[in-house]
Nanobody
Framework: QVQLVESGGGLVQSGGSLRLSCAIS????????IGWFRQAPGKEREGVSC??????TPYYADSVKGRFTFSREQNTVYLQMNSLKPGDTAVYYC??????????????????????WGKGTLVTVSS
C-alpha cells in the first residue's frame, strides 16, 4: 500500500501563487509514475502535471504550461502554481502508479491506471 497526503491548497486571488505538496509513504517501488490531477465542479478530472520513471521530463497540460512547475524532493512531490486564474479552481489530487508508462504525458492521460490517490486539496482562485 502507498499513502498520499496532499496539502497546500487554499483561497488565493487571481494572479497569486500556491505550492501544493504530496507526501508519499508506504511500500513504494523504484519504478513508478506520479501525477497531479484536478477536478473542477461539474467537470471531468484532468491531468495537470505528471512524470514517469521512464521519462524524467515532467509533462504539463497546455492550460498550465509556463505557470505550474512539478518538482520532487525524496518522498514529497510539489506543484508550484503561479499566475493562478479562476479557471484553476478545483480539487487537486496526487496519484501514484506502478504501471509502465514510457512517456510522462501518458500518465496524465490515463488516470484510470493510477493505483493510489490522495484525498485531494481544494484550490480556490478568486477574480
Amino acid at each position: 500500500q502507498v499513502q498520499l497526503v496532499e496539502s497546500g491548497g487554499g483561497l488565493v486571488q487571481s494572479g497569486g501563487s500556491l505550492r501544493l505538496s504530496c507526501a508519499i509513504s508506504g511500500r513504494t517501488l523504484d519504478y513508478h509514475s506520479i501525477g497531479w490531477f484536478r477536478q473542477a465542479p461539474g467537470k471531468e478530472r484532468e491531468g495537470v502535471s505528471c512524470i514517469s520513471s521512464s521519462d524524467p521530463t515532467p509533462y504539463y497540460a497546455d492550460s498550465v504550461k509556463g505557470r505550474f512547475t512539478f518538482s520532487r524532493e525524496q518522498n514529497t512531490v510539489y506543484l508550484q502554481m503561479n499566475s493562478l486564474k479562476p479557471g484553476d479552481t478545483a480539487v487537486y489530487y496526487c496519484a501514484y502508479s506502478v504501471t509502465f508508462f514510457d512517456k510522462s504525458n501518458l500518465v496524465c492521460s490515463r488516470d484510470y491506471d493510477m493505483d493510489y490517490w490522495g484525498k485531494g486539496t481544494l484550490v480556490t482562485v478568486s477574480s
